[in-house]
């Protein structure tokens, strides 16, 4: 998974997946362009970034499917509490090496809402995202 800030050109994202598909040999490979970038630790919004995760599954762990929550800007807490929810039903309440990764566009966004919302569904799951 890979998040680049939205100050990298095209070409410079070509170079980040082709660097990243070489190094990691992925069997899949997703990401999102944003205006900040955000690890565990760190965050950036001004400048240039790049945050890979590299998630390990077995071929007899298969990722679950994605989950897709709509209304996050009218309600972003109701969306976060919703997206805990399903998330902790999906994983059958087990958060041990378990992420929840949040592709959302940021604009307007009430992101301490979100946030609050998927820890009070799913409380002690990490979650990680643009």
């Known amino acids: 998974m890979v998040f680049a800030g939205a100050r990298h050109g095209s070409d410079e994202f070509d170079g980040a997946l082709t660097a990243v598909e070489r190094t990691l040999h992925p069997r899949h490979l997703i990401g999102c362009s944003a205006t900040g970038v955000?690890?565990?630790?760190?965050?950036?919004?001004?400048?240039?970034?790049?945050?890979?995760?590299a998630i390990a599954a077995g071929a007899d762990t298969p990722?679950?499917?994605?989950?897709?929550?709509?209304?996050?800007r009218a309600d972003a807490r109701a969306a976060?509490?919703?997206?805990?929810?399903a998330a902790a039903a999906q994983l059958g309440g087990a958060f041990d090496n378990a992420?929840?990764?949040?592709?959302?566009?940021?604009?307007?966004?009430?992101?301490?809402?979100?946030?609050?919302?998927?820890?009070?569904?799913?409380?002690?799951l990490t979650i990680a995202g643009a």
């Open 38 to 53: 955000l690890t565990g630790t760190e965050e950036l919004e001004t400048g240039t970034a790049v945050a890979v995760l």
């Open 63 to 72: 990722l679950p499917p994605p989950l897709l929550e709509t209304g996050v």
């Open 80 to 85: 976060g509490l919703r997206l805990g929810r």
């Open 99 to 124: 992420v929840l990764v949040l592709l959302v566009d940021p604009h307007d966004l009430d992101a301490a809402g979100l946030l609050s919302g998927i820890a009070e569904g799913a409380p002690g």
